[in-house]
C-alpha cells in the first residue's frame, strides 16, 4: 500500500481548509496513493478563539465534507481526517472519517477526549461510546485512532487484535516541554509493540507540532515531516509485518485478553 501524509495549518475559514484537503487529495492520488492521512479537526481553528470549533461545526452531510466526497468520486484514494460535528447541546463530536468513491466508509468519535496538560477538550466537545471499525484499503487492514487515542495503548492493542496491519492517527499535537519527545516515542512504541504499521499526521503552525511520521512494525521511522506543511509518500509493505511478527510474536505471546471498552 502507498500511503500519503498530508500535513498542514488549519486556518479559521472552512472553505480555505476545504481547498487545501481537495489540493492534497490530488496531489495523493497522482502520486499513486492508496491511502491519504490528514491531520485531527481539519474543518476550522483559532488558536485566539477555541469555542470556533463548535460554532464552525458541520454535519457530515454539511458542505465541507460534501466537496471532498464528490472529490473522491474520481478515483481510488481512500481519505482519512477528523471534523467537528454539531451535537445539538452547545458541543460538537470529532469524528474521524473515512472517505472513498463519493462515500463515507468509517466514521469513528474520538473515546479519549484531551483533558491533559492545562487543556480541556471535553469542554467542548463530548466523548465517543464505540471502538472504531477497521476498513479495508488495498488489501491492507486499517485501524483508526485520533490524536490523544495514543496515549492509551488498549486501544492500539485491541485494534491489532481485532486484525489491523496498519493504525492511522489523525493529530493535532500541541507543542510543549518534551511534547516531540512524547509524540516519537508514543508513536513508535504503538507501531512496535503491536507490530504494526503506525501513520501518525500531525497540524502544524503556531499552535502543533506538525512532524507527521511513519513508523514500520519494528519502530523503525521510515518517513517523517518537520514543522512545514508537507506532502510526504511512504510504501506499506505486508511482508513487513509478516516478519516482525514471526521474529517478535507478541501478539501470540501476550497473556492477557483483548481490552474492552469500559
Not at 6 to 19: I, P, T
Not at 41 to 68: M, W
Request: proline share 6%; hydrophobic share 50%; charged share 20%.
Amino acid at each position: 500500500m502507498k500511503v500519503a501524509l498530508g500535513q498542514f495549518a488549519v486556518s479559521r475559514e472552512w472553505q480555505e481548509n476545504a481547498d487545501t484537503c481537495l489540493d492534497l487529495m490530488q496531489r495523493a492520488a497522482e502520486g499513486g496513493a492508496d491511502l491519504l492521512v490528514l491531520p485531527e479537526a481539519v474543518l476550522a481553528r483559532d488558536n485566539a478563539d477555541p469555542d470556533l470549533v463548535v460554532k464552525a461545526a458541520q454535519p457530515l452531510d454539511g458542505p465541507f465534507l460534501s466537496q471532498l466526497l464528490a472529490a473522491s468520486e474520481h478515483n481510488a484514494l481512500t481519505t482519512i481526517m477528523s471534523v467537528h460535528v454539531p451535537t445539538g447541546q452547545h458541543k460538537a463530536l470529532n469524528v474521524l472519517v473515512a472517505i472513498r468513491k463519493g462515500k463515507i466508509i468509517a466514521a469513528y468519535e474520538k473515546l479519549h477526549l484531551y483533558d491533559a496538560f492545562a487543556m480541556q477538550e471535553s469542554q467542548r466537545v463530548n466523548p465517543g461510546h464505540i471502538i472504531p471499525p477497521l476498513i479495508d484499503v488495498a488489501g491492507m487492514t486499517v485501524g483508526l485512532m485520533t490524536c490523544y487515542d495514543v496515549r492509551f495503548p488498549e486501544l492500539a492493542r485491541r485494534l491489532a487484535l481485532d486484525g489491523a496491519q496498519v493504525l492511522v492517527l489523525p493529530a493535532a499535537w500541541v507543542k510543549g516541554p518534551l511534547k516531540e519527545m512524547h509524540w516519537e516515542l508514543l508513536t513508535r512504541a504503538r507501531a512496535l509493540e503491536n507490530t504494526c504499521y503506525m501513520v501518525a499526521v500531525g497540524e502544524c503552525g503556531p499552535r502543533n507540532i506538525g512532524n507527521s511520521l511513519v513508523v514500520d512494525p519494528l519502530g523503525v521511522a521510515v518517513a517523517n515531516a518537520a514543522e512545514s506543511a508537507a506532502l510526504l509518500f511512504a510504501d506499506l509493505d505486508p511482508e513487513r509485518i509478516a516478519y516482525a511478527r514471526r521474529v517478535l510474536p507478541v501478539l501470540e505471546n501476550r497473556r492477557f485478553e483483548r481490552p474492552e471498552l469500559k
